[in-house]
Structure formats: structure tokens, C-alpha cells
């Protein structure tokens, strides 16, 4: 199931949505059959970063709220319900509209992330955090935590978290009006999602930069 989920991430860094949506399933119907739904909700921070990085948040948001709820509702305190909290609310904060939900749900996983050697965790509620921030005007506080997520996710062998953390932060600095360094963010950005081959990362970074996207590989 672990196999498939990965492999499922990896099809949508390449761009290869539909192919990563029908692995997703799969597993999903795996599990089902396999371990029933609880396990099932514990590994949809898969289907979320997968839908996140083919730009479909309301999706991302629909498979993360009940996995969220469950956790909390049965006393998960760590990491798990770190990454399903911050992971949620950095995709309601990329629907718009509801940067204060985002922000609680932020707050919630950075209490849950305390104690966690969870650094995607550690990095993702402050990107949400960040952006909701950075929409409202308090540009240095957003500017600060995006730095600081960035720093958290260099020091990673994550390259999807590293790209992540640098487009929140070049977005962040458009935000607060700092062009050049929000082109720097995303050239950084962009640089690494390209040693990865990470396509999808690279056509985000290179939206922001104003560049074309790259072809895709064959299928």
C-alpha cells in the first residue's frame, strides 16, 4: 500500500495526475479490504501532498478533514496529527477565504508538532501560517516563518518539502512587496525541484517567475 502511495506522489511530481489518482484509489481499495478505515485515514497525507502538487486543494482538503477529525477525536497529540492539521490547513489557506481556519489549524499543529522530530510537520504549519499571515498584512511575522520553514527543510533529504517551503516564501515576499527576493526564492525553488525532476514543483516555480512551463516526459 506504502508502495503504491509513494508511487503515486512520484506520478504526480512528473505531472502524470490521472496515473497518480488511479494509484491513490488503488491503494485506498487495498486498504479497505486489507485494514478497514482507520488505518486507511492514517496515510492521506499521501493523497494530500499528491493533490496539493497537482493543484487541486479542495481535494486535498476533502481527504484530509475526516483523517484530521479522527485523530483528534480519538487523542492523537504528535506528530501524526501534526502533518494531517498542518497539511489541512495549508490547503484551505491555498483555497482562500479562510486564512483565520487556516491559522487555528496551524496553531493546533505547531502545539501537536512541539515534541515531534516531524520536520516536514515542523516546516508545513508554518508555511500555512505564513501565507495567511502575508494575506492579512503582517508581512515580517509571515516572512519570518517562511524563513524559518525553509531553514527547517534544507536541512532534509526532502527535496518536495525543500521546493514547498521556497514557493511559500517566494509568494510571502510578493506579498510584502519584494520582487527581487521572491524571484530569488523561486530560482531556488526551482533549482531543486529540477535536480529532482520534480516537474510539477518546477512549473509552480516557473509560474512565479513568469517563465514557460518545461515539457512534459512521455508517458
Known amino acids: ?37 482507520l488505518w486507511k485515514v492514517g496515510r492521506v497525507e499521501f ?10 486543494p479542495g481535494d486535498a482538503e476533502r481527504v484530509l478533514r475526516p483523517a ?10 504528535g506528530g501524526t496529527l501534526a502533518i494531517h492539521a498542518a497539511l489541512l490547513a495549508e490547503a484551505i489557506s491555498t483555497l482562500g477565504g479562510r486564512d483565520e481556519q487556516a491559522e487555528e489549524l496551524s496553531r ?25 499571515l ?5 508581512t515580517a511575522d509571515a516572512e519570518r516563518l517562511a524563513r524559518e520553514a525553509a531553514l527547517l527543510a534544507a ?3 526532502c527535496p518536495l518539502v525543500q521546493t514547498s517551503t521556497l514557493l511559500t516564501l517566494a509568494r510571502v515576499l510578493l506579498l510584502g512587496n519584494r520582487p527581487a527576493e521572491a524571484r530569488q526564492a523561486a530560482q531556488d525553488a526551482l533549482a531543486v525541484a529540477e535536480r529532482k525532476g520534480d ?11 513568469g517563465e514557460p512551463r518545461s515539457a512534459q516526459p512521455a508517458r
Open 47 to 56: 493523497s494530500a501532498w499528491t493533490y496539493l502538487l497537482a493543484g487541486r
Open 199 to 209: 516537474l510539477a514543483s518546477s512549473s509552480r516555480a516557473r509560474a512565479l517567475l
Open 108 to 132: 493546533i499543529a505547531e502545539v501537536a508538532a512541539a515534541d515531534s522530530e516531524d520536520v516536514a510537520a515542523q516546516g508545513e504549519w508554518r508555511i500555512a501560517r505564513a501565507m495567511a
Open 68 to 77: 484530521y477529525e479522527a485523530f483528534a477525536r480519538i487523542g492523537e497529540k
Open 155 to 157: 536541512a532534509t533529504q
Open 134 to 138: 502575508a494575506r492579512n498584512g503582517s
Open 1 to 37: 500500500m506504502m508502495v503504491l502511495d509513494s508511487m503515486a506522489l512520484c506520478s504526480a511530481m512528473l505531472e502524470r495526475f490521472d496515473e497518480a489518482e488511479r494509484l491513490l484509489a488503488r491503494a485506498d481499495a487495498i486498504r479497505d479490504e486489507l485494514t478497514g478505515r
